[in-house]
C-alpha cells in the first residue's frame, strides 16, 4: 500500500471539525509576514519549501539562509503530514514566515496528535529512518522549539540574519 492510500484510507477522527488555527500571536509585530495555509497532502511540503524560498528570495537575502530555511521548513511540515491530524483526510497546514531585523522566523502549525485509534500513516521497520529531523533542524538553524495548545501543536525556528 503507498502513503498515499494510507492517507485515503484513513478514516480521521474528521479534521474539519479541528478548530481554526490561531494565527494572530504568529504574526506579531513584524516588519514583513506572511501566513499561508494548504490541505495536508502530499505535495504540502513541496509547497511549503516553494513559499518559503519565494518569500525570502524576494528580500533578497543569502543563498545559505534560503537553504536552511528551506531545509529546516521541510523537515517541520514533514512532521505535521506524518504525526498529525493534518496529514488525515481534510486535514490543514499552516506556514508562517515572520522577518524583522536580523531574524526570520518560520512556524508550522498543524491540528494537533491524531487519534491514538488511528492508523498510523507510515509503517516502517525500525531501522533508523526517523528521529534526525530535530538534528537537522538544531543544526541549520539559530534556535527553535515547539508548542501546543488545546488544538494545534506548532514548531518553529528562528535564523539569525547577521
Not at 484513513?10 to 509585530?29: H, Q, V
Not at 519549501?49 to 545559505?64: D, G, K, S
Not at 506556514?95 to 512556524?107: E, K, N, Q, T
Request: aromatic content about 4%; hydrophobic content about 35%.
Amino acid at each position: 500500500m503507498t502513503d498515499s492510500q494510507r492517507l485515503r484510507a484513513c478514516d480521521a477522527a474528521d479534521p474539519y471539525d479541528a478548530p481554526a488555527i490561531d494565527t494572530s500571536e504568529l504574526t506579531g509585530s513584524a516588519t514583513d509576514h506572511t501566513v499561508w495555509s494548504c490541505i495536508g497532502n502530499l505535495t504540502a511540503v513541496r509547497s511549503i519549501r516553494a513559499r518559503v524560498r519565494e518569500f525570502l528570495e524576494r528580500a533578497n537575502y543569502p543563498e545559505a539562509i534560503l537553504d536552511d530555511a528551506e531545509l529546516a521548513v521541510s523537515e517541520l511540515a514533514t512532521n505535521a503530514l506524518l504525526h498529525s491530524r493534518s496529514g488525515q483526510i481534510g486535514g490543514v497546514m499552516t506556514l508562517f514566515i515572520r522577518v524583522s531585523p536580523g531574524c526570520v522566523r518560520i512556524a508550522v502549525a498543524d491540528q494537533g496528535d491524531k487519534d491514538p485509534d488511528e492508523v498510523a500513516v507510515v509503517t516502517r521497520e525500525d531501522e533508523g529512518e526517523h528521529g534526525r529531523g530535530k538534528l537537522i533542524i538544531e543544526d541549520c538553524t539559530s534556535r527553535n522549539g515547539e508548542y501546543r495548545t488545546e488544538a494545534t501543536h506548532v514548531s518553529w525556528f528562528e535564523i539569525d540574519l547577521v
